[in-house]
């Protein structure tokens, strides 16, 4: 019998939820995956970067991004901006170009596609006439000229793409006018640079591949000059007075061409190879600016020696007597140079440079040209990021000190303000500080300003100084040895190498009250780490817990310890650590729980858990949760291949057994399934009333490998033996479906350095299906989740309910289930399901604020599934809320790197180097609000209050937007980058090891 609701109270509750829950991608945080075009407009001081991917993407002044993406799944190969104007045009390698606009609409800016184009050569041409390899966008803002492969430069009437056939420049009438006696007339090949005459907009210089370079008037539609260069060409570039060329060609050489000459110039006025007269590398792309006083600046990227550094990733800068070679560790991609000056005339300022991997800018005005930090676009995978933790709300006092080491550590860089500053960013200030705290493979953790739209980098702790590793911590790899030729330094923080992969962070959690960090890694070592203003030279003391705990017949086959320093070792202001446990055997830790009231850390790896006692720097207790069919948890990472095939082998016996057993006793079972069924059935008419798209589970067999995996920790103070005395607990899930719950016996606070704390057995559930219990919470008498350790001391929550009962929440892979406290019978529990494939990855406790009511609330689970769904789950009536796709069910390492905010948001990688930030909130939204104006326009004061987001509609029908109000760009590219295997596999190897999130139970209750 259905049970009827009546409709008056849905349609409130329907109202309720859209004032609490609404689902927004709003901004891509890190650097740019797979960049491959720069741009840089001087009108709007903007940075437009494309990606292999077909995204567009546009940063201003610090918080002004826009980003767009092609429908096609095409390469951006160059982004042009029209001068003057709003516009900028895009080639892809398909051949298509297309316009985009910055248009303005309630009051902030959006970036929008308003048209496409591709040439279409005569009836029967081969696709090189029309192929375009370069593309000049006229200082006028109305033309277009494309060269091509074939050799002819064709001109585009813009913005309407209208092709101008009268004015086109054929590679005939070049050819015509070109003396017999020049050898490569008869195939000038493609048209690799196009550029206007400084002074005269009516002159273009055309150079081709083979070293030809023609001044044609675009008036008199005739060539004027011929600059008859020899050598390949690879670029071509103005002086600022107009009469003169330089070239630079792929024999590392460049040439200087005097304009003032005759008709025909068969020999450059200059010529220089930089690195002497070895074979060298093609100098791509060169360019000289003059200096009030003084000699110019020549910058040029390649032109190394081909034999010794033909390898290196080289930027050379030249002015007066100085000279250094600008050493990346990724590919070049293209670079520009900022100017002094409202105009951009002025001296050279900044030399900005993208690479693969990253963006760096070195600042020209200041002595040894240093590197301005960057605001945004910061390279999050400069070592594979392998973990990460959030934490929200941080005390202004902890975030001064955070700040403050980190400045200590940010000396090396210049002092000049960012230069890139167009746009106008509008949107409010960040109502609080929030952390982003990143692990990574080489064993740093670095902190993130997450409170706005950019992700500014704060500080960066290394743990590698505590163990012996092959790298010297005292290696400068920033500068060159003294008279080395050529002059190189090393410039950018990329680096992906790892001295030791055993260093490796897998998990973190940061105590924002005590200033407390524990940090967990990949051989089984837990540091404990606080706050110091000044450097401090210690021994960190190490205690050794085995979790097997005698166990007989494991042998660990894995990688071994790392080797603790046993002398003093020098640790900068910042994080320092303090103590240090480690795991036999040396497993990956796979769970922690920090309580800095009881100054208790929990830790857990496949084989057991742990309770340390960081104030006494003693072991607590141990527990052992290997079965005996757990032997692969006794194979680490190296043995993974073995394993595999073992686990193979174990399926097909298990089959074949399975197979026989069913013939041998399929009569005595039928009568017993049917009976099964028959119940089952009756349970599940039970509950249809109650959650009528709930769905069967499947019991998993205690057979299953890694059962005794430790996948969550928690602290809770509660009711563990009886319903009156409240008790210090720890509560253990494992990949088994099991979980333990030890009590704590605390010594009194006097007696706290004296007396050891305890801990024994109280409880031991296990689940009935076996699936792995993911996260757990203990909810007090009001149904709200325990506050987190010190919380209640600074009131920043209320003191839980001690009064009526409280509830164990147990979040298995497949179900979520309520339990009463002190007994454990079960109240109430909601089921995935398992049919369709759904299991809990990322589970976390969120506060949704209303978006109406100032200081109305509601705690929820927010869940992210297999099948890359997220779900909102009402505390504590356990009913579903909401559920929205989120990440393609495919990207699984996008899935396992997920991490939720305090507030209803959260993050997960869409390439090795992006952050997705996403919210599930309708009062907390993070996301770009800016405004960019042409530059004709006169700016004016926009009220913030009263604009709309960035994503709100626009009625135009003619256009396809770059950030729309559902997401679809933000999809789109999630698609363009997970079809390409390799990232997946990329992000996949940077987050192995990394098990499922437990429960992150910081919440403020709905009451406050």
């Known amino acids: 019998m259905k049970r009827f609701r009546r409709h008056g109270h849905d349609s409130q509750r329907d109202k309720l939820k859209q004032e609490l829950y609404q689902f927004n991608k709003s901004v891509e945080h890190g650097f740019p995956h797979q960049p491959s075009a720069l741009a840089y407009s001087p009108d709007l001081d903007l940075l437009a970067i494309g990606t292999r991917s077909g995204a567009i993407k546009l940063y201003g002044a610090p918080g002004v991004e826009f980003m767009g993406l092609h429908d096609e799944n095409a390469t951006v190969t160059q982004v042009h901006f029209l001068p003057h104007q709003l516009e900028l045009v895009t080639l892809l390698d398909d051949n298509s170009l297309h316009m985009w606009t910055l248009r303005a609409h309630q009051g902030v800016s959006e970036l929008l596609e308003v048209g496409r184009f591709t040439l279409t050569g005569p009836p029967g041409a081969p696709p090189s006439v029309t192929r375009v390899t370069t593309v000049l966008a006229h200082s006028s803002g109305e033309l277009l000229l494309l060269g091509t492969e074939g050799g002819h430069v064709f001109v585009v009437e813009v913005p309407g ?91 590392g050489s460049y040439c200087c061409w005097l304009t003032t000459g005759g008709d025909v110039q068969s020999e450059p006025e200059k010529q220089d190879t930089p690195y002497g007269s070895f074979p060298c590398k093609a100098i791509s792309k060169v360019l000289q600016f003059p200096t009030k006083q003084g000699p110019p600046f020549l910058i040029f990227s390649g032109g190394m020696p081909r034999a010794s550094y033909g390898d290196r990733h080289c930027i050379s800068v030249i002015h007066s007597k100085t000279h250094i070679a600008l050493d990346f560790t990724s590919r070049i991609i293209d670079f520009f140079v900022i100017r002094e000056g409202e105009q951009h005339t002025g001296d050279p300022s900044a030399l900005v440079v993208l690479v693969e991997e990253e963006l760096v800018v070195v600042d020209l005005l200041t002595d040894g040209w240093p590197v301005i930090q960057t605001p945004y676009l910061v390279p999050l995978h400069c070592s594979a990021i392998t973990c990460s933790h959030h934490v929200s709300s941080i005390p ?14 940010n000396t090396h860089y210049s002092n000049k303000p960012w230069p ?35 992700l500014h980098p704060m500080y960066k702790l290394s743990t590698a100084g505590v163990f012996h590793t092959d790298g010297d911590p005292n290696d400068n790899l920033n500068q060159g040895a003294e008279g080395e030729w050529p002059p190189f330094r090393k410039v950018g923080c990329f680096d992906p190498y790892s001295d030791d992969p055993r260093l490796g962070i897998q998990k973190i959690h940061l105590c924002k009250y005590s200033g407390i960090l524990t940090v967990a890694g990949t051989a089984g070592q837990i540091l404990v780490l606080e706050l110091n203003d000044e450097m401090a030279e210690q021994v960190v003391p190490a205690t050794v817990v085995d979790l097997l705990q005698g166990q007989d017949g494991f042998r660990w086959k894995g990688h071994t310890r790392l080797d603790v320093r046993e002398e003093p070792v020098s640790f900068p202001a910042g994080f320092q650590p303090f103590a240090l446990v480690q795991c036999q055997p040396p497993a990956v830790i796979t769970a922690i729980a920090l309580h800095s009231e009881w100054k208790l850390v929990a830790f857990g790896t496949s084989h057991g858990f742990g309770v340390y ?52 006793h399929q009569t005595a079972n039928a009568a017993k399934l049917q009976e099964l069924n028959a119940k089952l059935e009756a349970e599940a008419l039970q509950e249809m009333e109650l959650a009528p798209v709930q769905r069967r589970i499947e019991a998993r067999s205690s057979d299953d490998s890694f059962t005794g995996l430790v996948r969550t920790l928690y602290f809770a103070d509660s009711f563990i033996t009886d319903s009156t005395h409240c008790t210090p607990s720890l509560w253990a899930g494992t990949n088994g479906g099991a979980v333990f719950a030890y009590m704590l016996r605390l010594p009194p606070v006097e007696r706290r350095m004296e007396d050891p ?20 919470a203990i909810l007090d008498g009001r ?60 589970v976390g406790v969120a506060l949704f604020g209303s978006s109406r009511v100032e200081d109305y609330g509601e705690n929820g689970l927010v869940v992210l599934t297999n099948q890359g769904e997220l779900h909102v789950i009402s505390l504590p009536a356990i009913k579903m809320q909401v559920h929205h796709p989120c990440i393609r069910r495919e990207d699984v390492s996008g ?69 729309d109000n559902d997401n679809s760009a933000s999809h789109v590219m999630e698609h363009a980058l997970l079809n390409d295997e390799k990232v997946l596999q990329e992000i996949q190897k940077s987050l192995e090891g990394d098990q499922m999130g437990h429960a992150d139970n910081n919440i403020k209750p709905s009451g406050e």
Request: with cysteine.
């Open 757 to 776: 704390v305890t801990g024994s057995q109280a409880k031991e559930i296990q689940l009935m299906h076996r699936a792995p219990v993911v996260g757990l």
């Open 396 to 409: 202004f006092k902890l975030w001064e000190r955070i700040l403050a080491a980190g400045d200590v550590q």
């Open 420 to 454: 890139i500053t167009g746009g106008q960013n509008l949107a409010r200030e960040p109502p609080q500080r929030d952390l982003l705290l990143t692990g990574h493979e080489d064993g740093t953790v670095r902190f993130w300003d997450a409170s706005g739209v950019c």
């Open 613 to 664: 006692d960081y104030q006494q720097k003693s072991n607590v207790f141990a527990r052992c949760t290997l079965n005996p069919s757990d032997q692969l948890a006794m194979e680490g990472p190296l043995s993974r291949v073995k394993s595999i095939k073992k686990s193979l082998r174990q399926s097909f016996r298990r089959i074949r057994r399975s197979r026989v057993s069913m013939r041998k």
């Open 783 to 842: 149904g709200v989740p325990l506050p987190e350790p010190l919380e209640v001391a600074h009131d920043l929550a209320r003191s839980p309910d001690m009064l009526a009962s409280h509830h164990l929440l147990v979040i298995s892979e497949e179900q979520f289930k309520l339990f009463t406290l002190p007994k454990v019978s079960t109240k109430t529990k909601l089921k995935l399901t398992a049919i369709d494939g759904s299991r809990v990855r990322r």
């Open 161 to 251: 793409f209208r092709e101008l056939e009268e004015r086109n420049i054929s590679v005939e009438d070049i050819q015509a006018r070109i003396p017999e006696e020049y050898v490569p007339r008869r195939n000038l090949e493609c048209v690799e640079a196009l550029h206007e005459k400084p002074l005269n907009p009516n002159q273009v210089l055309i150079g081709y591949g083979r070293g030809l370079m023609v001044l044609w008037d675009l008036e008199r539609q005739c060539a004027i000059q011929h600059f008859l260069g020899t050598q390949q060409l690879e670029s071509v570039w103005w002086m600022e007075d107009g009469e003169h060329i330089l070239s630079s060609h792929s024999d």
């Open 895 to 963: 899935i396992a790197s997920c991490v939720f905010t305090k507030y209803g948001q959260g993050f997960y990688l869409i390439s090795p180097s992006e952050f997705e930030r996403f919210s599930l909130s309708a009062r907390w939204v993070v996301e770009p609000r800016c405004l960019v104006e042409s530059p004709n326009i006169p700016s004016t004061v926009v009220d913030p209050t009263k604009t709309r987001c960035l994503g709100d509609g626009y009625d135009g029908s003619d256009i396809r937007r770059g950030n």
